[in-house]
């Protein structure tokens, strides 16, 4: 049997950027013949730098609005379940669901979870002469699920097809093969069935 490719499509964002321009202070005006009264010679408030013509004040450096605080935290997304995967039953006849486990082969054949990683369902298409040789994968729009601590993941109400089970990896995703046979692995989803994968286990990368 062939084996199957794929194709990945992927989406680009653009963020725009817009720049301020602070305005220039006003110039002072052109002194007169006549005298005028001597400038005041009262100090500026504490930390801040005078304003033209000394009727007010900017915020200084120790001002608490001047410039904002730390940044905050990044978001670095959810974080992983510890809880074990529990596998519901199709909302109707005209889903599935899909269940597994994925572990790692270490070093000395021991298996460890692979954990926190997102696994989609690629659809399989057909080539020009009916063959099952491609699997497209739209991270938008593919069933998608997560491994929690143990491996485990489960897709829920996933339309009845026929799919390519791939792990994104730190390196981008790979398409998961039968560990069995090492041959191609099709997952095919039936309306009001719950599709049990079993254990996985492949010599995978530590990232």
């Given at each position: 049997m062939r084996r199957l490719r794929?194709?990945?499509?992927?989406?680009?964002?653009?963020?725009?950027?817009?720049?301020c321009n602070q305005p220039a202070p006003?110039?002072?005006?052109?002194?007169?013949?006549?005298?005028?009264?001597?400038?005041?010679?009262?100090?500026?408030?504490?930390?801040?730098?005078?304003?033209?013509?000394?009727?007010?004040?900017?915020?200084g450096p120790d001002a608490s609005s001047a410039y904002p605080?730390?940044?905050?935290?990044?978001?670095?997304?959810?974080?992983?379940?510890?809880?074990?995967?529990?596998?519901?039953?199709?909302?109707?006849?005209?889903?599935?669901v899909a269940t597994g486990k994925v572990l790692r082969i270490a070093e000395g054949g021991t298996r460890e979870p692979v954990a926190g990683y997102y696994i989609y369902l690629g659809r399989i298409l057909q080539n020009n002469l009916g063959d099952e040789s491609i699997v497209e994968l739209d991270k938008a729009t593919a069933p998608k699920a997560r491994?929690?601590?143990?491996?485990?993941?489960?897709?829920?109400?996933?339309?009845p097809g026929r799919y390519g089970l791939m792990l994104e990896l730190?390196?981008?995703?790979v398409l998961l093969n039968d560990p069995d046979s090492g041959g191609n692995m099709i997952v095919?989803?039936?309306?009001?069935?719950?599709?049990?994968?079993?254990?996985?286990?492949?010599?995978l990368p530590a990232e």
């Open positions: 794929t194709i990945i499509a992927s989406l680009a964002g653009v963020v725009l950027l817009a720049a006003s110039s002072q005006p052109e002194p007169t013949s006549a005298p005028t009264a001597p400038a005041s010679t009262a100090p500026t408030a504490q930390g801040a730098y005078p304003a033209p013509g000394g009727t007010s004040a900017y915020p605080g730390p940044a905050p935290t990044p978001d670095l997304g959810p974080t992983i379940s510890s809880e074990p995967v529990v596998v519901p039953q199709p909302a109707s006849a005209s889903v599935g491994l929690n601590a143990f491996g485990e993941f489960v897709f829920v109400d996933v339309p730190l390196r981008g995703a095919e989803i039936k309306g009001g069935d719950v599709v049990d994968l079993g254990e996985m286990a492949y010599p």
